[in-house]
């Protein structure tokens, strides 16, 4: 399976992106989607998760705290796409961002798309 991400780019603090991560190979609506992000120097964390549609809890979602009420997870399984609607970014947001998938024993990443935040 792939995951690729594109979207990203240079924003003024404030700004707003949307980021987009195109799924193939496997089963989207199967798959528990994630998204990542990775500064430079720094560890990979998570930025927020949505659940898989199916479930009781189908298309909750879950937020990092440095992100929660300014970044919006969301999934069209029709188009096995997962979104990152980023809004009032700030300096510390700069990263790769990436997309993840995750199903028991099967996971995928994609290869990253560069937010970098600057006035």
């Known amino acids: 399976g792939h995951l690729v991400e594109s979207g990203g780019g240079l924003v003024q603090p404030g700004g707003s992106l949307r980021l987009s991560c195109v799924a193939s190979?496997?089963?989207?609506?199967?798959?528990?989607m994630s998204w990542y992000r990775q500064a430079p120097g720094k560890e990979r964390e998570l930025v927020a998760f949505?659940?898989?549609?199916?479930?009781?809890?189908?298309?909750?979602?879950k937020y990092a705290d440095f992100v929660k009420g300014r970044f919006t997870i969301s999934r069209d399984d029709a188009a096995n796409t997962v979104y990152l609607q980023m809004n009032s970014v700030k300096l510390e947001d700069t990263a790769v961002y990436y997309c993840?998938?995750?199903?028991?024993?099967?996971?995928?990443w994609g290869q990253g798309t560069q937010v970098t935040v600057s006035s």
């Open positions: 190979g496997f089963a989207f609506s199967s798959y528990y």
């Open positions: 949505i659940n898989r549609p199916g479930e009781d809890t189908a298309d909750s979602t």
């Open positions: 993840y998938a995750e199903a028991g024993p099967y996971d995928y």
